[in-house]
Nanobody, 120 residues
Framework: QVQLVESGGGLAQPGGSLRLSCAAS????????MGWYRRTPGKQRDLVAA??????TNLADSVKGRFTISRDNAKMMYLEMNSLKLEDTAVYYC???????????????WGQGIQVTVSS
């Protein structure tokens, strides 16, 4: 089966930086779009950043100029978060559309989520 595992979260001060990583593993034939979402208590999960296989990116207005999304040619995706603000505190989720084999339709997969806390 397919797994997405996030790492790199934790505590940062306002104005600080963190780098999240997402590692995909398992029976993977091809990875299509990938993205990062986040959820704060009482709110829905919102898109933070997305990246296509060709490297085209889409960032939420709230993080433009501060966050950078990237992926390598294997099974890793990253989120570089700079100039962190208190309101960036959330659980961050890795998401990917993954095809497990030829003839299978791509399916949507999620990581378990990782906490990012911005606090002084």
């Amino acid at each position: 089966q397919v797994q997405l595992v996030e790492s790199g979260g934790g505590l940062a001060q306002p104005g600080g930086s963190l780098r999240l990583s997402c590692a995909a593993s398992g029976s993977i034939f091809r990875i299509y779009g990938m993205g990062w979402y986040r959820r704060t208590p009482g709110k829905q999960r919102d898109l933070v950043a997305a990246i296509t296989p060709g490297g085209t990116t889409n960032l939420a207005d709230s993080v433009k100029g501060r966050f950078t999304i990237s992926r390598d040619n294997a099974k890793m995706m990253y989120l570089e978060m700079n100039s962190l603000k208190l309101e960036d505190t959330a659980v961050y989720y890795c998401n990917a559309q993954i095809q497990i084999g030829l003839g299978y339709a791509p399916q949507n997969y999620w990581g378990q989520g990782i906490q990012v806390t911005v606090s002084s």
